[in-house]
T-cell receptor, first 113, second 114 residues
């Protein structure tokens, strides 16, 4: 039981490049989330999904897109990376929303130059 | 929407001392208050949570207290150890239509000095 895994662990992009971050969970969770963590800013929700085939915007969605084609996977895309997107990205999943424990992945450290 | 304020942003204690981290929330409808611990280079992990129908919950050296009237809750760590050094996040959520999300505080970096 691997829990929540994220790939890649590290990535450096040039401004304007695109990339996709992959999150996978093996706990059969319905809800999945993407957060970004910046110094002094805590965890901010980018997008979330309440089930396979659904996605919705969180607090800071601009510049990101997501897809949840399979229940176990949640993809975060950056179409045209900007330096402001330099951050650590965490994926999380849980059974059924905000009243349940969220299980976090190990994070992806992204640097945009 | 919900706003969660967390204090202090950094806290340094000697091994064996107690540590207290405080959070306030703005939405009186919030009824679930978890605390997450994030060790260096890892994702956050739930360490304790409390629901609004209780005022205090303990788990070995950690405890959480909730004051619904004042809309604040606190994490208490007793007999701190170096392995308690981490970033701690409080969070709040409510049941009902917007129950998909947690609102996190900005975090407290706790350092336990041997």
């Amino acid at each position: 039981n691997a829990g929540v895994t994220q790939t890649p662990k590290f990535r450096v992009l040039k401004t304007g490049q695109s990339m996709t971050l992959l999150c996978a969970q093996d706990m059969n969770h319905e809800y999945m989330y993407w957060y970004r963590q910046d110094p002094g800013m805590g965890l901010r929700l980018i997008h979330y999904s309440v089930g396979e085939g659904t996605t919705a915007k969180g607090e800071v969605p601009d510049g990101y897109n997501v897809s949840r084609l399979k229940k176990q996977n949640f993809l975060l895309g950056l179409e045209s990376a900007a330096p402001s997107q330099t951050s650590v990205y965490f994926c999380a999943s849980n059974l059924a929303g905000g009243q349940y424990e969220q299980y976090f992945g190990p994070g992806t450290r992204l640097t945009v130059t | 929407g919900e706003n969660v304020e967390q204090h202090p942003s950094t806290l340094s204690v000697q091994e064996g001392d107690s540590a207290v981290i405080k959070c306030t929330y703005s939405d009186s409808a919030s009824n679930y208050f978890p605390w997450y611990k994030q060790e260096l280079g890892k994702g956050p992990q739930l360490i304790i949570d409390i629901r609004s129908n209780v005022g205090e919950k303990k788990d070995q050296r950690i405890a959480v207290t909730l004051n619904k009237t004042a809309k604040h809750f606190s994490l208490h760590i007793t007999e701190t150890q170096p392995e308690d050094s981490a970033v701690y996040f409080c969070a709040a959520s409510k049941s009902g239509g917007s129950n998909y999300k947690l609102t996190f505080g900005k975090g407290t970096l706790l350092t336990v000095n041997p």
